[in-house]
T-cell receptor
Framework: GIQVEQSPPDLILQEGANSTLRCNFS?????LQWFHQNPWGQLINLFY???GTKQNGRLSATTVATERYSLLYISSSQTTDSGVYFC?????????????FGTGTRLQVTL | DVKVTQSSRYLVKRTGEKVFLECVQD?????MFWYRQDPGLGLRLIYF???????EKGDIPEGYSVSREKKERFSLILESASTNQTSMYLC??????????????FGPGTRLTVL
């Protein structure tokens, strides 16, 4: 099956700093989601992005499907951005299509 | 807003007990999923369902079964709980639009401990 690699595995930022999280995947994908898991365990959708760039406030994501990677940008980080960020590409077709999760990037934003 | 709810946030069971984890979604989604999350392993798919009474195995179905009698409800069953099933369990749902590749929405999770 598809392999998903996220980097860096851990990241500590001071509030206000910017960061880029990377997701590499081993095979062609139909689509991709980015999630933020907050300290209470809730997974929150950030982006649904098969290709191109999307922006939502201080966050933006870019997927280059032909080169098999996606990037998540966090600008002017805040303590509420702390948690784990997961990339999950879709692979397969029809009812066999499913998300495969990377192991995540754990972000800690400090004052 | 899509709402996915899970029956318990925390659950403690004994080895050998039968365990039911319930998930309910309120957006009329066709697709529902059960994952488990373990440190260092990310989320792994246990079972999924694309319709009522329909189920398909995910990547790690051993030791689990599921039931989907109604569209909005998807249950995960541990027939005889074991300590290696101690984990965080997450339920998700999505619309059948986009060929099964629609945005997945997750519940808050159930942290199960098997003693």
């Amino acid at each position: 099956g598809i392999q998903v690699e996220q980097s860096p595995p851990d990241l500590i930022l001071q509030e206000g700093a910017n960061s880029t999280l990377r997701c590499n995947f081993s095979d062609s994908v139909n689509n991709l989601q980015w999630f933020h898991q907050n300290p209470w365990g809730q997974l929150i959708n950030l982006f649904y992005i098969p290709s191109g760039t999307k922006q939502n406030g201080r966050l933006s994501a870019t997927t280059v499907a032909t080169e098999r990677y996606s990037l998540l940008y966090i600008s002017s980080s805040q303590t509420t951005d702390s948690g784990v960020y997961f990339c999950a590409p879709f692979a397969g077709t029809g009812t066999a299509s499913k998300l495969t999760f990377g192991t995540g990037t754990r972000l800690q934003v400090t004052l | 807003d899509v709402k996915v709810t899970q029956s318990s946030r925390y659950l403690v069971k004994r080895t050998g007990e039968k365990v039911f984890l319930e998930c309910v979604q309120d957006m009329d989604h066709e697709n529902m999923f059960w994952y488990r999350q373990d440190p260092g392993l990310g989320l792994r798919l246990i079972y999924f369902s694309y319709d009522v009474k329909m189920k398909e195995k995910g990547d790690i179905p051993e030791g689990y079964s599921v039931s989907r009698e109604k569209k909005e409800r998807f249950s995960l069953i541990l027939e005889s709980a074991s300590t290696n099933q101690t984990s965080m369990y997450l339920c998700a749902s999505s619309s059948r639009l986009a060929g099964g590749r629609g945005t997945q929405y997750f519940g808050p999770g159930t942290r199960l401990t098997v003693l």
